[in-house]
């Protein structure tokens, strides 16, 4: 079946310090990869997304590559701030009888000042 | 950016009544919408997926019956939980599909607690 898994978390982290948030899936196909981030009391919100093996999707300095020989789509950051605190969800995306998101547990960060 | 909304946002009901959730798309018209369970330091299960103007999708082992989804409009779909259990309590996020893309945009959730 299809699954996506990520590292437990919580993770804490100084400020500036380099972040990696491991997430690896099984699925059949080729499904479409995403990060959604959730910040305290809003909603799941989109972070950056790969469609296609060796894509690359960022956005606000966050960066994951779709790995398709070793199945994973790890989250990146150079230098985390206190306001990157929040949950972080690893999803994959396919078609079965309609689009279908399957998500990660989710790894909660914490970036102390 | 669009923006979809729930409420409310907590509510605490008493075992065997019905409460329901509402979620609105308040700036797109939202063909598709999802509903999701999420349960303590686990992931966003889907339950159902519902079209406007159709019967809801059913993933498997969750009580249709138990579970009401209503899809009537293009902007509002509701979950209702019928006859609470205390074993219903937990963190329903909704999320919402509309007519270009396959964006998804989500809800800030509500938190059910049955007493």
């Known amino acids: 079946g299809n699954s996506v898994t990520q590292m437990e978390g919580p993770v804490t982290l100084s400020e500036e310090a380099f972040l990696t948030i491991n997430c690896t899936y099984t699925a059949t196909g080729y499904p479409s990869l995403f990060w959604y981030v959730q910040y305290p009391g809003e909603g799941l919100q989109l972070l950056l997304k790969?469609?296609?093996?060796?894509d690359k999707g960022s956005n606000k300095g966050f960066e994951a590559t779709y790995r398709k020989e070793t199945t994973s789509f790890h989250l990146e950051k150079g230098s985390v701030q206190v306001s990157d605190s929040a949950v972080y969800f690893c999803a994959l995306r396919r078609w079965s009888g309609g689009f279908k998101t399957i998500f990660g547990a989710g790894t909660r960060l914490f970036v102390k000042a | 950016g669009a923006v979809v909304s729930q409420h409310p946002s907590r509510v605490i009901c008493k075992s065997g009544t019905s409460v329901k959730i509402e979620c609105r798309s308040l700036?797109?018209?939202?063909?598709?919408m999802f509903w999701y369970r999420q349960f303590p330091k686990q992931s966003l299960m889907l339950m159902a997926t519902s079209n406007e103007g159709s019967k809801a999708t059913y993933e498997q082992g969750v009580e249709k019956d138990k579970f009401l989804i209503n899809h009537a409009s293009l902007t509002l779909s509701t979950l209702t939980v019928t006859s609470a259990h205390p074993e219903d309590s937990s963190f329903y996020i909704c999320s919402a599909r509309g007519t270009s893309g396959d964006e998804q945009y989500f809800g800030p959730g509500t938190r059910l607690t049955v007493t």
């Open positions: 790969a469609t296609k093996a060796d």
């Open positions: 700036d797109f018209q939202a063909t598709t």
